[in-house]
């Protein structure tokens, strides 16, 4: 006896749903790291749960050098691309952010919001999820220098706060020294 054909839609019940997506998330991983492996090709599966709770998955060294050879795909192929053709392109995620901005502002036009289909808002949506994610991995790649940076201006400071300890604790001694001096000179006359 074969398996029941499951219906796609979303499921209503709060902890079913929940159920759902660990297997299903868990699922997913499973496979791109059995493609990985399989085909020896680099694999990066990035899953946001529905509160924004962040899994991936990344089968080369870092998600980081996967998404930099995304992006750098992408911006080879926009270079040979038509710019009116990118915004109804397959995968809807080559346009830039001011273009992506542009285009937004134009489609979501309260007029034209009615007139619009149910594909272009998705294709919308795809390239808006898209230019968030670059966001995000532009914002923490600039906490992460800032953070660096500031360690960095940290360990400095400790130095010269040390140095500085250092030139009061000989200053502290010189007085001292005169002041042992001075007192001699008192007791002899």
């Excluded at 691309?81 to 830039?96: A, H, I, K, M």
């Excluded at 360690?151 to 300890?165: G, T, V």
């Amino acid at each position: 006896m074969g398996r029941k054909k499951l219906e796609i839609k979303r499921i209503e019940e709060n902890n079913a749903r929940m159920v759902c997506f660990l297997k299903r998330r868990n699922g997913l991983i499973k496979k791109a790291r059995e493609l990985s492996i399989l085909c020896d090709v680099d694999v990066a599966a990035i899953i946001f749960s529905k509160r924004g709770k962040l899994y991936e998955y990344c089968s080369a060294d870092s998600m980081a050098q996967v998404l930099q050879q995304y992006q750098s795909r992408v911006e080879s192929e926009k270079d040979s691309c038509d710019t009116e053709d990118l915004l109804y392109s397959r995968n809807g995620d080559y346009l830039t952010y001011s273009e992506l901005l542009k285009t937004v502002g134009s489609e979501l036009k309260e007029p034209r919001v009615d007139q619009l289909s149910v594909a272009e808002l998705t294709l919308t949506q795809k390239q808006l999820e898209t230019a968030l994610m670059e966001i995000r991995s532009a914002k923490t790649k600039m906490m992460t220098d800032a953070q660096s940076s500031l360690q960095e201006k940290e360990k400095m400071l400790e130095e010269e706060k040390k140095h500085f300890n250092e030139i009061v604790e000989g200053n502290k001694c010189a007085k001292k020294k005169k002041v042992v001096i001075d007192l001699n000179i008192a007791a002899d006359g």
